[in-house]
Nanobody
């Protein structure tokens, strides 16, 4: 059984930093893309950042220059370093893995709250 577990969320003041981690366990074959999504109250879930092939990254415009996604392919880990956080970054953050067989796996989500 595949399981994705996020960690690292919490409360931070505007301008602060947080690092999220996602650990995948179980039998996952052919991981292709690892990504982070977020969903704020009353809004649709959106892609924040993704990494494929270990090197190719994409970011939503609102986080470019502030967030950095990375992965440890050998350990099935994906990270999201978030700097210069803003109140509008407040959301539940989810990690997602897509395999080369077009199978998606989601984590349960971790709350990030940016507030003074």
């Amino acid at each position: 059984q595949v399981q994705l577990v996020e960690s690292g969320g919490g409360l931070v003041q505007p301008g602060g930093s947080l690092g999220l981690s996602c650990a995948a366990s179980g039998s996952i074959f052919g991981i292709y893309v690892m990504g982070w999504y977020r969903q704020a109250p009353g809004k649709q879930r959106e892609l924040v950042a993704s990494i494929s092939g270990g090197v190719r990254t994409t970011y939503v415009d609102s986080v470019k220059g502030r967030f950095t996604i990375s992965r440890d392919s050998a350990k099935n880990l994906v990270f999201l370093q978030m700097n210069s956080l803003k109140p509008e970054d407040t959301a539940v953050y989810y990690c997602k893995i897509t395999t080369m067989y077009n199978t998606d796996y989601w984590g349960q989500g971790t709350q990030v709250t940016v507030s003074s």
